[in-house]
């Protein structure tokens, strides 16, 4: 038995060896009882990993998000942003597509994506031909009556090159919001040949 064993022992119980005079019945539960202790606490100190295991936490679940289809980007992938004119603070884009190669004296479509980042009512599209660029005057001006932030809205426009070379289209925006009205201009380039 090691020295602090003893000293423990004798700490407890008193003299251990005046104890082994008495009969063992009377001090084996006592004894048992300690070792016993004395197992767990030689135990604990051996196995660190003995120790209890912290709680582990669950983060709860985020509600899965529906899926809404594609998005602005993936929607207008095949356009190209109209680049503004001017410094603006009205928060739209404007995206275009021309269909065909624009030819001298043939009638081309233009494809026209507004996307608002506010919300306005109402937006109002104006498109003016610039030298040598021809547009009905039934489709020179579209309205939208009310604009959501993220939406696109789409409009075809039908124009006719009359000169060769760089013609420019030229498109306002005007969108309701904030008790203001904003306008913001941009310009597509077009490049036509016989």
């Known amino acids: 038995m090691s020295h602090t064993l003893r000293v423990v022992i004798s700490i407890v119980f008193g003299d251990y060896v005046g104890m082994a005079r008495h009969s063992s019945k009377h001090m084996l539960a006592p004894v ?10 030689s135990a604990c100190h051996k196995d660190p990993g003995g120790a209890a295991a912290p709680a582990v936490q669950v983060k709860p679940k985020a509600p899965a998000t529906p899926n809404l289809g594609p998005s602005v980007a993936q929607q207008t992938a095949t356009m190209v942003d109209a680049p503004a004119q001017g410094k603006s603070p009205l928060p739209v884009q404007l995206k275009f597509e021309v269909t065909q190669h624009p030819k001298m ?22 498109v003016t031909g610039g030298d040598g660029l021809t547009v009905p005057s039934e489709a020179s001006e579209f309205n939208i009556p009310a604009a959501a932030a993220g939406e ?21 925006v005007s969108l309701k919001h904030d008790e203001q009205t904003d306008l913001k201009s941009f310009s597509i380039p077009l490049i036509a040949d016989r």
């Open 32 to 41: 048992l009882l300690f070792s016993a202790a004395a197992a767990m606490m």
């Open 152 to 172: 696109i809205y789409r409009q075809t426009v039908k124009v006719t090159p009359a000169a060769e070379g760089v013609l420019l289209l030229g498109v306002t």
């Open 105 to 126: 004296g043939q009638a081309l479509d233009i494809n026209l994506a507004l996307i608002a980042q506010v919300d306005g009512s109402p937006a109002i599209i104006k």
